[in-house]
């Protein structure tokens, strides 16, 4: 059941990221040095 859990939650979060790029022609992220930045996407 933990698994289950833990693969839907990856699924919501991914087809969130996907929503928002498609809405905004971009997403940020955190690189490894905890910068904001941004990456251009023609979803």
């Known amino acids: 059941m933990k ?3 833990y693969c839907c ?3 919501k979060i ?3 990221v996907h929503e928002y790029g498609m809405a905004n022609k971009m997403v940020y992220y955190n690189n490894r040095f ?4 941004s990456v251009e996407v023609d979803w």
């Open 3 to 5: 698994i289950a859990e």
């Open 9 to 11: 939650f990856g699924v």
């Open 14 to 16: 991914t087809k969130m």
């Open 34 to 37: 905890g910068n904001r930045l």
